[in-house]
């Protein structure tokens, strides 16, 4: 039987060489526990220059802590959280940020292709009085790449950002696929980030390359407050720290974050292309939206595709994900799949 | 100077008098605390004979204590609670289901005149497919009558419970204007609970006459499980409890419930009468909510009318409440401005 | 059959007429909700009187709902409190400081006669070291009177506040029974409160006379923080605030406190006299505890006297409560049945 | 500069080479994520087989996340968890049970070498009744080896889960050095869990040879619930869960758990020796505890020494662990070091 042909998720990958011998490297003699080690003592110089300002940077194991853990730092337990109905907080994280905020709430808010804009951010928080009565506005937060396979332009961002700012509202940004919006925007990762004003992004490594490895990266240093206790009381503080770090450190400094994001951005350019006016939204990281109708979806995984529906199974919207380490016949395949729908 | 023309909520009325001797005629001699005095014994029986079927009842002080410590019987931390986006538990209540539920989702449904239809609930719930990334869909919370005074027929409750039961989803009625609802329905108080299958109740006697006394009512009996356990850890058992369920008793069994309902709801409709198509929603209960523009709301507020605004204070929206006591000379008065508009 | 004679507790009692009569003077006409009334405005002022200060005093329905609310805003989800192992807020309200808190823990600390001392606090906040992997210490929680009936001195809440501020920790005192305390002692209320370093008292009316009504005094300005905000997602903001203000308001303006506590300890002496070498704990506000043998328990209970074993009911330990309102003549038969065991 | 003769923690070891070769074996092509690859499914089965009777086992990455989500499904909001003063959970966790439980309380019990008792477990429970107003005795957690380096004899643990569960409480056994009590006392990993009535394990591998892995594996399986949405919304299913199975699967296999943990006991039994009657408690696991006095501990420190303190710093008393990967030259100078003092 001929291997999966999955384009199920990033999720998915495997481990890319260069992180996989930055653990190897780092697994000699005892070294001191809980982020007293050299390599987690690195991570703020090294994500740093990476992003080009001061930062205080948090490796955590996945992206579910590192994105309710940032929340959590934003917003109080009757704080406002404002998203996009797609939001990974919101549908995929099982009540995350409401568990660690102790009990935010989620306000959701509409956007094309997966984007807040900052115009129906201004509408909604000057619509509602804040009261003794309402949740409280706390936190803006924003994936990019976004749910949809977007990416916001760091205008885009910027406007989100002054308006957040304006009303007193701190910025989030959910970088699982960081490294793919950026790489397909061609700017610097500080254009989208500090310098349009998100406040702490959660900077994903694991669909990426990694193993298990994501920080959370402060540019608003006064936001940090006691981010370590609540990593730590919520179980994320890793005891052999030197491991998460050594991949987020390899990451970055091997370029393997833009190595791994091309080519799989590029591998689902090429899908998006096959898929033509099937597609559902433009491909401007790793993920392909495409509408081929039940039939198109069944003849896909009758020929050995993996891949997840979106929306109701019998919709024919189909989500297919281009890992770093995808192989290149299935994409291939996938597309003359994909062109004879 | 004379006296304000308060339309702002049927919180600002007064006890009624038949509540007031209640609580004076509860005053004599020492009795158990915490719930185990014959008021309270007597409460599961006269709200039974009330609702005209078994229930399990417990008394509160607040209607966010109620809404919230029933949803959290209902919903675990990682649940999802279906509302309308005017709901009380979602506006007005500073993230208490989230506080009570350990973290529990609120997902928003539109519906017209603030009511969720069956239809947009089957929609929403067979539209996401549940697994351990998402949260848990688990209850429904309908408010009867609702936040913008307005009515659910019993076939409407019938459609949405039986909806919410085949998803495995349980349903809350947050009540604390259900005597208004249930007067202007005719119907009896079964018709539009337990007999439309409504699991739980929040039973409100506060707005319409009492001084600080709401039942949380079981009509599922097995969704009591941990409740006694809950309020009492949130505060909510009150030592002196004889005189929370002195309220609630002479609130059914005095027929003030009715009374009181049936005089606010008739205020209620001559203003509505007065606003003609200024009228926003249908007024089926105390509430009466209008588009006068901002130029009218000034005048009606320099002619000495309070009331809040509905939406942005910019806009001509306005909600003028009736209470049970309302000075009927100040309803003639506002109903005389509106037509002036 | 004779009425009862009950001990049990003074949450039995009755309200005393001073609050009934203050309740039905508030009961006239419309007015604002949630705090806007002012009854509610005259709180900070009249309490401010009382304690000789400036204060901040936020009124709720239960003791366990002040205690909770006024820790919650002095310990973090991850901070620890310490308190006596008999605090009410240890073994009474069934984890309600953990529910608040979204999780602080409790560090318990042995005392004589429920008494916390500044030494022993002082050698358990010496011997530990704080670490991102400990609970983090935040406050100190001391009943006045104590759990077992007894009353902290001035010097003695001077000396532990001294060692708590010196550590870094607030010092929240539970005052459900701070008159029965403050008459006993003789001194002025701010002498065992702001005086001596209190942060912020939970002080109590209903055990004393009132309905239901409890406030939490802020006497350091600065910890008052979210606590609106707080209170009112735990379902604690009444709706008609007026009728809870006016009872605190009656309380302590027309001197009932004191009478009531006055006579209460005056009946607890009595019993405590009779009780002679059997009395297990100094009598200083209206709890007596007595050491009369399971034998002695059965025949006071055979006798009609109702009261709660203390500790497991195989032992021979009792607690007898005098209320504000309880009957001389059942004090006197008590006081007899006591010396003849 | 020699290098630092660490004796601080085991977690400052290394990956042992079978778990770092499992890694890299399962480190090839694109595995479906989330728990569903071959590895994890394996785990039921593999540890099934080493503990000798049918388990439910989850992998996490920390210890913390095993412990706190383990006993958030054995205790609820309200609960109450009996465990030693020394207990992991109690002062090491930065208050994580509360978190994830949503707030229940730990209750201390003291015993001998960090053990506790089943009479002592019983007097406590049978000294309180359990009302609404107290937290709802739930749970037991005991940790094996304890915290003071001792292990529980089978009979031991037998007794006490013959008392929690007569009281209705389950039995949780934090065994973040399981390995290393099974080596010592040379039974059978099921005679101190199952056999003896433990209900869930959190079995530990990170500390002695994996690099991030730790299962929490159920033998009462109907308490397993919904411990999968649980780790889900707290940030601790891990993506590419193949990578951690693979640990968890290799330390079981290779039999590098018994290896490993018999190479740091026998390093800890020769420090014991060399401690002589300076030793706290005995040495039946890795690690060791001293009395040196304070000038001991400087010496021991001037000579490249590295340890913990235990108590107070101005304490004599210190903790010395031998790890997995323990320089021997290291531990024979260590040795040396104690028998001259």
Chains 1, 2, 3, 4 share one sequence.
Not at 58 to 63: E, L
Not at 181 to 193: E, F, N, R
Not at 232 to 261: D, I, M, P, T
Not at 328 to 338: D, I, K, Q, S, T
Request: aromatic share 8%; hydrophobic share 45%; proline share 4%.
């Amino acid at each position: 039987m001929s291997q999966a042909k999955r384009f199920l998720s990033d999720n998915t990958a495997s481990v890319c060489p260069e992180i996989l011998e930055a653990i190897a490297a780092a697994n000699h003699g005892l070294e001191v526990a809980y982020g007293e080690d050299p390599w987690t003592e690195r991570l703020d110089e090294v994500l740093g220059e990476f992003f080009g300002t001061e930062v205080r940077a948090f490796a955590v194991a996945t992206g579910t802590a590192a994105n309710s853990l940032a929340l959590a730092n934003l917003a109080p337990p009757y704080g406002a959280i404002y998203c996009h109905p797609e939001a990974h907080i919101a549908v995929d994280e099982c009540g995350a940020p409401g568990f660690f905020s102790g009990g935010a709430q989620l306000e959701r808010l509409e956007g094309e292709h997966g984007k807040l804009t900052a115009e129906a951010l201004a509408a909604l928080l000057d619509g509602h009085s804040v009261t003794v009565h309402t949740v409280q506005p706390a936190a803006v937060s924003i994936s990019q790449a976004t749910e949809l396979g977007t990416a916001y332009r760091p205008a885009e961002v910027t406007a989100l950002c002054e308006i957040a700012h304006t009303h007193g509202l701190h910025v989030h940004m959910d970088g699982a696929r960081f490294a793919n919006a950026v790489t397909h925007l061609g700017c610097h990762p500080g254009d989208v980030t500090w310098r349009a004003g998100v406040d702490v992004l959660s900077f994903g490594a694991t669909k990426n390359g990694a193993m298990a490895a994501e920080a959370v990266v402060f540019f608003h240093l006064g936001l940090v407050r006691d981010f370590e206790l609540r990593r730590k009381r919520a179980g994320h503080l890793l005891s052999k720290s030197r491991f998460v770090a050594a991949q987020l450190l390899a990451y970055v400094e091997s370029g393997a974050w833009r190595r791994n994001a091309a080519r799989a951005n590029a591998l689902a350019q090429s899908i998006g292309e096959a898929a033509g006016k099937r597609l559902l939204h433009p491909v401007e990281a790793n993920e392909v939206f495409v509408d081929v109708g039940a039939a198109g979806k069944s003849s896909l995984r009758a020929a050995g595709f993996e891949f997840y529906d979106w929306g109701p199974p019998a919709s024919g919207a189909a989500r297919l994900v281009a890992s770093w380490d995808q192989d290149e016949r299935h994409v291939e395949a996938l597309c003359a799949a994909l062109a004879a729908i």
